[in-house]
């Protein structure tokens, strides 16, 4: 388990205040509270259902609440947008999409398809794929990429604009075994840098267990938000998420 760090600027990147969606007049998330500072890593676990991916969108200016306020740096979703990076889940991307790794990542920089690519976009995509060791993929379609290679060039892609605020829907879903192990890592990596926050929402243990310094519990609320050590050791939680925490083994 990851060991919970103290960020020493204490600046709220992302804050959350009585927060309620309704998706077709349905409420699927009421009373969500809870914050994110400078360089800190929140995993956002829950049932299937239970509203992670939502309010995910509602942090991207996707989803609007109908009550309660999202403030990223102090601004609204939609104004912060171009400080934010974004991993969607493997699904929602067309494999069959003819277009290549460099391209994808040199996009998010402009905000549009590349016709042509400039020597400075390309520079700097190759340097955020390097930064995911994926720059051997960069001129490779991304049809023929494997789930784990794909999560790597849209995380890529995620950081070449060199966000503050990092949100990640699922990334590993779908993505086998040795590319799980290998995405885990790079997240890792980025749980440990001290400028980037990160918002995870997760289904896997270890996914947590490898990055999270803050976990919040959702259930069309916040059931439960604090330091991993402190969530796993409720078994009233631990028996939400099938029993078992980050070491597979059930609290006495």
């Not at 310094?213 to 330091?227: C, H, P, S, W």
Request: charged share 25%; hydrophobic share 45%.
């Amino acid at each position: 388990m990851i060991e919970p760090r103290v960020h020493p600027s204490g600046e709220r990147v992302l804050e959350v205040e009585n927060v309620e969606v309704a998706v077709a007049g349905k409420t699927i998330l009421r009373d969500v509270n809870f914050h994110v500072v400078r360089g800190e890593f929140l995993c956002l676990l829950g049932p299937n259902g239970s509203g992670k991916s939502t309010l995910l969108k509602c942090f991207l200016g996707f989803v609007q609440p109908v009550r309660g306020t999202i403030r990223i740096f102090g601004d609204t979703p939609e104004r912060a947008r171009r400080r934010l990076g974004y991993l969607p889940q493997l699904k929602e991307f067309d494999r069959s999409f003819p277009a290549t790794s460099v391209e994808l990542v040199v996009a998010s920089l402009r905000g549009e398809w590349p016709i042509r690519i400039a020597n400075d976009e390309r520079d700097k995509a190759l340097a955020a794929l390097k930064k995911v060791k994926a720059e051997k993929l960069a001129d490779k379609p991304l049809r023929g990429l494997s789930g784990g290679e794909t999560q790597r060039v849209f995380l890529a892609r995620a950081l070449v604009t060199d966000p503050d605020l990092l949100l990640l829907d699922e990334p590993a879903a779908g993505v086998d075994a040795a590319g799980r192990e290998d995405l885990y890592g790079l997240l890792h990596e980025i749980a440990h840098c001290d400028h980037l926050a990160a918002v995870m929402v997760t289904h896997s243990v270890a996914a947590m267990d490898r990055t999270a310094e803050k976990i919040a519990f959702i259930d069309g609320t916040v059931r439960a938000f604090g330091l991993p050590q402190e969530l796993f050791s409720d078994a009233n939680l631990l028996a939400r998420l099938g029993g078992h925490g980050p070491d597979g083994i059930a609290p006495k």
